[in-house]
């Protein structure tokens, strides 16, 4: 079985299974020991979402405007480990 390193695969744009489950644990991990909560995840992509913890999430957000049938929503997301978080 060959090893491959984490930034060739960000650099083919290419993740396996693997990699992606072993990027969705660590952000649940750090998200859970800070007091948030995981509501769900993509079924292919690196993205988590989740609750944030009580004062706030903890790691830098970015604001996104998303036009869905005419209507504006902010979603707030962050990148915690290679895998980005929808915080709701």
């Not at 998200?31 to 769900?40: A, D, E, L, S």
């Not at 992509?45 to 913890?53: D, R, S």
Request: charge should be positive; include cysteine; proline fraction near 6%.
């Amino acid at each position: 079985m060959q090893r491959r390193n984490v930034n060739s695969l960000m650099e083919n744009k290419t993740m396996d299974k693997q990699t992606i489950n072993a990027v969705r644990s660590r952000a649940r991990v750090a998200i859970h020991t800070t007091g948030g909560r995981v509501t769900g995840q993509h079924h292919r992509l690196p993205v988590v979402y989740a609750c944030p913890p009580v004062g706030g999430p903890v790691w830098p957000v970015t604001e996104i405007i998303q036009t869905f049938s005419g209507l504006r929503r902010v979603v707030k997301t962050s990148c915690i480990d290679g895998c980005t978080v929808v915080w709701q």
